[in-house]
């Protein structure tokens, strides 16, 4: 059982990756699924739990830019006897810009808050708990390319 979960600023291709490569296999969990809602967190939460009680794969699908915003996920992990997994979307400032300005409706943010994010953003450690960590970065065909991280990362 994994609890995944995704790393990166707003237009990284963060839901993108998930809808291509764990569509089929995780659970997606989200806040934009309670956008405009109270108890968002709670919310989440809950959905997480459900997933890893019922012994599914569960993917996390927000910025999650800090160590402090990633440690309630590494605590469920750690609770469920999940393996816990980071996909990171190195930043791609210019990229990320370009596929939030293609968005439409609600899918779009605005722009200061890729940059606020952006100076939040800390890469995910090993040393938080997460067993495997993958650098995720996109490539020309709209594709993916996906390589681990280093065990001192």
């Known amino acids: 059982m994994q609890l995944v979960v995704l790393v990166g600023i707003p237009g990284a291709g963060k839901s993108t990756f998930y809808e291509k490569h764990l569509r089929t296999t995780h659970v997606h969990v989200s806040l934009d699924h309670w956008r405009g809602k109270k108890n968002r967190r709670r919310r989440e939460e809950e959905a997480i739990r459900a997933g890893l009680q019922a012994g599914r794969d569960v993917a996390v699908d927000n910025t999650n830019p ?10 469920l992990a750690s609770e469920f006897g999940a393996e816990l997994v980071a996909y990171y979307f190195p930043v791609d400032r210019d990229g990320c810009l370009t596929r939030n300005r293609r968005r439409t409706g609600k899918g779009a943010v605005p722009e200061a808050a890729i940059f606020t994010i952006l100076g939040k953003l800390q890469p995910p450690r090993h040393t938080e708990g997460f067993h ?11 594709g993916f390319s996906v390589e681990p991280a280093r065990e001192g990362g």
Do not use: L, P
């Not at 800090?66 to 605590?75: G, N």
């Not at 495997?132 to 709209?142: E, K, L, S």
């Open 66 to 75: 800090t160590v402090e915003d990633r440690a309630r996920y590494v605590a």
């Open 132 to 142: 495997t960590i993958y650098y995720v970065r996109v490539v020309r065909d709209g």
